[in-house]
């Protein structure tokens, strides 16, 4: 059980509590008693079929045979096996019991997480696996809105770690996003820090990972469930709810791929997956790698399944916890309805493929009302937009859908004839109507941005925002802004000035009151990039290639104050293009924007703004957050 009933020493609701005004959030709600934590531990673990594929770009793939044993009866979206490794998450873990309450009381949930290295194989391939309580992915966290978690980090790793809880805003609580170099220094080796705080005014399909260097690349990865009563309503049209994890694969560790991609004269080349994995888990044709490659593979690995009663009507959650790569999401035979994006919850959207870029989640649901016993659920990378091709890889990572609790191949499943995307780019925006209308405010201020990467001293290539190519600072931004502030400053920046054009490795643009922010973001590079914003939701009022035209400025004013545009909190810029968001800057601390693929952020794709001074001016940062940068 990785919750536990415990009461760790903690801060008092008053040292927690900030004063927060602007855009419906609330103070921070802390306090109550440490009661029950309900996250059932399961009995089997995901089972796929451990079958060869020859590699191909968008054909569909065909396994003939499996040899595995069936799975264990159960009357949800899952299955188990016998004699699996300890270490494997099982896919019961992600099952979501619908008797939960939506409606309790908000209370304190307590996790305690014991981060540490292992040797494993999640496809085959034996590599340094990072793990939470000796499994992985990590596990569930479950809360309701309005509940304070608790979660006790003990860094068992060699090297620092952090918890980034994707998504969240932390209103209040800006120290707990977890954010290295921004809001906290690491949590050193051997020691341990409490996550404290109250998830207020959101519901949804959230995850967690951490945020030092490219370690979620290497293992640390959870889902992260908020629920709420407006709920209720959504919950009629589904009977099973699933959250599933994807994600591209690695056989290397990442601060070895990392050293070679920030090298000297290795322009625009990211390194390229060997694999992908759904639930944690997928098979690997081991003959893909001769016998002097240096890597250890067994050809024992399985692919996850998914157990279906016929006519039952299955929510997916789907949640893109990878490093790289974009997914097309897919099941054979089966439509997919897609009722949530980024935790806004949206009008029905009907599709037979579904792009989900690195950091998005998705809910999508189904009926299961076909007629042959298995389906293949497939989760294709969407390779065009590698710069280069992996002999290795088998794009077409694919899943098991069973109606009879076998692990037989599929014999009458097919892929959807539907074109695969050649780029990588997200569901059209105009599809994505939320169901909860919310006009944008008029904007107050405007800045632009421009992502670029460009070759500088010693061939390196690293990327920009405008003249600025982030390093994590080594004291966090947050700390050296309240210190500023408390000392007469007005933000943080190498000449004590507010500028939107820093040239210093940290650009920061200050708001220092309540402003509604519009944020034109260009891209200058051939490649698309999964942006994402801490500690907001923002509007996609547009986007489109080229050069904003803005002529058009003013119609999209008029649009947004009467319509209902989109909201998320994670967006793909497309390739020498351009994306128009709005947010409402009232939530107080330094947020980082930044692009989520590991390999752009750590060479430098990342900004901050620093938001609400008049709020900030009168913070104290916990003395325990502080206390990480004397280790």
């Given at each position: 059980m990785e919750d536990q009933m415990t009461s760790p020493q903690v801060e008092s609701a008053e040292e927690r509590k900030q004063p927060v005004s602007g855009n419906g959030r609330l103070p921070l709600l802390v306090g109550g008693i440490v009661v029950f934590v309900v996250v059932a531990l399961a009995l089997g673990l995901g089972l796929g079929?451990?079958?060869?594929?020859?590699?191909?770009?968008?054909?569909?793939?065909?396994?003939?045979?499996s040899n595995l044993s069936p799975p264990t009866p159960s009357g949800g979206p899952t299955v188990a096996s016998e004699n699996v490794e300890s270490w494997r998450r099982a896919t019961l873990d992600y099952s979501l019991d619908m008797t939960w309450d939506i409606n309790a009381a908000p209370t304190t949930r307590v996790f305690n997480f014991t981060i540490s290295e292992i040797q494993?194989?999640?496809?085959?391939?034996?590599?340094?696996l990072l793990v939470i309580n000796g499994q992985f992915p990590g596990p569930l966290i479950r809360v309701n809105r309005g509940d304070r978690v608790l979660v006790n980090v003990?860094?068992?790793?060699?090297?620092?770690?952090?918890?980034?809880?994707?998504?969240?805003?932390?209103n209040g609580t800006n120290w707990m996003d977890g954010s290295t170099g921004i809001t906290q220094c690491p949590i050193p080796p051997g020691k341990s820090f409490l996550y404290n705080f109250t998830v207020e005014n959101q519901y949804g399909t959230y995850w967690y990972h951490s945020h030092y260097g490219t370690q979620y690349n290497d293992g640390l990865v959870g889902p992260f469930i908020v629920h709420a009563p407006e709920e209720a309503a959504i919950q009629k049209s589904y009977d099973f709810d699933q959250v599933i994890l994807l994600?591209?694969?690695y056989h290397d560790f990442s601060t070895g791929l990392l050293d070679e991609y920030l090298a000297s004269g290795n322009e625009n080349a990211e390194p390229i997956p060997d694999n992908g994995l759904i639930q944690g888990t997928n098979y690997f044709n081991c003959s893909s790698y001769d016998s002097d490659s240096g890597y250890t593979c067994q050809d024992n690995s399985?692919?996850?399944?998914?157990?279906?009663?016929?006519?039952?009507?299955y929510r997916f959650r789907l949640i893109n916890t990878g490093a790289f790569a974009e997914f097309q999401f897919s099941i054979d035979n089966h439509t997919l309805s897609v009722i949530e994006a980024d935790s806004t919850l949206i009008e029905p959207v009907t599709v037979h493929r579904l792009p989900i870029h690195i950091a998005q989640r998705y809910s999508v649901i189904f009926t299961a009302n076909q007629t042959a016993s298995n389906y293949w659920l497939r989760a294709q990378m969407t390779t065009d937009c590698f710069s280069s091709d992996n002999p290795v890889l088998d794009a077409d990572i694919t899943a098991l859908i069973t109606y009879t609790n076998t692990t037989t191949a599929p014999t009458d499943s097919t892929d959807w004839t539907d074109a695969l995307l050649l780029e990588c780019k997200d569901l059209n925006t105009t599809l994505l109507v939320p169901a909860e209308a919310e006009p944008a405010p008029s904007q107050d201020t405007t800045y632009v941005i421009n992502v670029s990467f460009q070759i500088g001293n010693y061939a390196l290539d690293k990327a920009y925002i405008n003249s600025t190519t982030w390093t994590p600072a080594k004291t966090p931004t947050l700390n050296q802004a309240v210190a500023?502030?408390?000392?007469?400053?007005?933000?943080?920046?190498?000449?004590?000035?507010?500028?939107?054009?820093?040239t210093s490795s940290q650009f920061i643009i200050d708001i220092p009151v309540t402003q509604t922010v519009d944020l034109l973001i260009n891209s200058l590079d051939e490649g698309a990039?999964?942006?994402h914003l801490h500690g907001h939701q923002f509007w996609i009022m547009a986007a489109g290639g080229g050069y904003f035209d803005w002529a058009s400025y003013e119609s999209l004013?008029?649009?947004?104050?009467?319509g209902n545009p989109m909201r998320r909190d994670t967006m793909t810029i497309p390739a020498y293009g351009w994306t128009l968001i709005r947010f409402v800057a009232d939530n107080p601390g330094l947020w980082a924007l930044h692009c989520h693929i590991s390999w752009h952020m750590e060479s430098g794709l990342l900004m901050q703004f620093q938001t609400r001074n008049d709020i900030m001016r009168g913070w104290t940062i916990p003395g325990d957050v502080l206390a990480l940068c004397d280790a």
């Open positions: 079929l451990g079958l060869g594929l020859k590699h191909h770009s968008h054909a569909a793939a065909t396994p003939t045979s494993a194989a999640p496809d085959g391939v034996i590599r340094p003990t860094n068992g790793l060699v090297n620092g770690t952090t918890l980034h809880w994707h998504g969240l805003y932390q994600q591209d694969w399985t692919r996850a399944a998914f157990n279906l009663t016929k006519d039952k009507r500023g502030l408390k000392a007469g400053n007005s933000t943080f920046n190498a000449a004590g000035l507010s500028s939107a054009y820093d990039h999964p942006f004013n008029k649009n947004a104050s009467v």
